[in-house]
């Protein structure tokens, strides 16, 4: 490179001109676009690598033929009279010319403020300033990108728009902020696109998505897409307004979880989109009496097999079903058949491909450095790192978006107890202990904590529930009260100890009567969930139908039963897809459902039992207005162990009725079963699991009890009820 070509730009020297044509500049800014002449007008400098002649067209001097630079292909100056007035004319070797306007004439968007990624800021959360973003910009519209890579040297970025040649579009350093930006004019939604990095040791890293993107190609391909956000037309503010009174812990919470690309399938056997499920789906659910659909995750990832509990695109919807506003159309259609969505959340870990958040730019910016803290031998993905500022504020800052963004109601984390613990799954000599020498991560706990703090705060009516398979102590305390803050608690003790009982022989299952009684040792400790989830009918365990012990008959009235003990047991409830008609076959993540078997008795009959059982539950506020209160709970008879009955009591407290709940899992009959209930009078056999019209054989009470002033089992009244074999009865007092 000659002195010549240096002097010809002025101010800039030599070794940022050789970093310019080696991909290296950290500001090429510096260099490119218009500076200021001392005595007036404006040097322009271009670097259009291919480009044969370049040009610069303004409306006061028309078209101004720029010099190539000699030794430095690609780059060419001149004298224009204005920074903003003009646009650029480049023509290739083969004679092709086009115009465009040059992104080095365009001032930073996000000021020092908006670049600190560090900290939340409500009114300018995180994914308005980061992510791809059309706009119009000083007279020119086009998409802004601002990425974080604090270690990297050079971030372009890259698409169709330039041949994915990161030497068009370098970005802009955002001070010591980490961040880069661009605006790059003439860009639309739609575009693909994704980041070049140049790590701090001088490599060029895998291409990689946005991590604040709002869309992605179709799997396999797997760039992030320019998606615009703004502009959608909500309709629930009915629901948004009153929503608190739908998911407080007082209120009936019947929760269908779903797996969007295997509930149901179109004609071809592709999965349904967003706006189908927005009629099918909610339908459906509708009809089923449920309160809320929980769907699987729903963030972007690249394998379907991990059935998107491995996301890479925390921020985009699944381009699967359709682009993000088709998404709100399912959520927005929800919510005017009064039903709210739950969004499965998965904080705990990422996925390692290549174009991830693994090593981004360079270094280990979202995950731990040290393996033994940073990666999970389990699931062979990484874990993020907690305590980096950046990095926590990036996973809180996406619960709000998807709460903020999307309208929904709730979020269910995922793997809480991996994140709760350093020591989650490995061997003693494989993790790294805490400041105090312990294994709680203070780090995950505090990032949990201050996600369910203002979430609750700024989205009035909102839910969190934590998938916390162990006994960490205050899952659903506030976190005003040292706890961590969540809303609800899946109840895995409850859901392993009842499956655990129900698969045995029902001719043995006195010695196993514990199983079904001790979940109420600790059912107020917490805000419970009951979950029947997808893991409980995958991997080889069999549908919720073929864990009945059993044939034919038996194992369909055993399975009505359990549904009733779930529904009469305290706790809100959540039931997989599939087995709310009682699937033969396990889950299958690549199929569909076998709504073919709705055409059978047995089959059509739980499916019935399902409906009337949310019906009841949700009528009846002795059934859900104190699940997390000792005073709504009470049992009549915990101990009858040969006859493997259970029977309590469910109490409102608000003067309404109580309800009584007898679930008898022998296969004999008790026809004369006496029973302690809390007042004298009918009591109404409100539901029934034998009814003929679940599929059973239409044993029962011939509609009601009566019950006399003849106490027994602390109770002051009691009755003779008829006891079908496998099943589950509800009595609610009715004077």
Known sequence: MTKRSILRLPDIDQHDLERLLTGELDDPFSVLGPHRLPDGGYHLVVYLPDAAAVSAITTRTGEVKLQPVPDAPGVFTGEIPSAEDYRLKATSEDGHSWEYDDPYRFGAVLGAAAADVSSRDGKDPLWRRLGAHPMQREGAGGVHFAVWAPNARRVSAVGGFNGWDGRRHMMRRCGGTGLWEIFIPGLREGEAYKYEILGKDGVLQPLKADPVGFGSEHPPENASIVRDLSGYGWRDEEWMSRRHTRNDATQPISIYEVHLASWQRASDGRPISYRE?????VAYAADMGFTHIELMPMSEHPFDG???YQPVGLFAPTVRHGPPHEFRDLIDAAHRKEIGV???WVPGHFPTDDHGLGQFDGSALYEYADPREGFHQDWNTFIYDYGRPEVANFLIENAHYWLQEFHVDGLRVDAVASMLYRDYSRAPDAWIPNTDGGRENYEA???????????????????????ESTSFPGTTTPVSGGGLGFGFKWNMGW??????YIKVDPRERASHHHQMTFGLTYAFSERFVLPISHDEVVHGKGSLLGRMPGAGEERFANLRAYLGFMWGHPGKKLLFMGQEFGQVSEWDHAGTLDWAALETQAHAGVQRLVRDLNTLYRGEPALYAKDADPSGFQWINADDTQNCVYSWLRRSGDGGGDVAVLCNFHAKEHSSYKVGLSAEGTWREALNTDADIYGGHGRGNMGAVTAHGHGMHGQPASAEVYLPPLSAIFLVHSG
Do not use: F, K, Q, V
């Not at 499920?277 to 789906?281: H, I, K, S, V």
């Open 445 to 467: 706990i505090a990032m949990l904590r201050e996600m369910n703090a203002s979430t609750y705060h700024s989205h009035p009516g909102i839910m969190t529930m934590a998938e």
């Open 342 to 344: 739950i969004l499965d």
């Open 306 to 308: 991990s059935w998107g």
């Open 495 to 500: 859901m392993h100890d009842t499956l655990e």
């Open 277 to 281: 499920a927005a009629e099918d789906l």
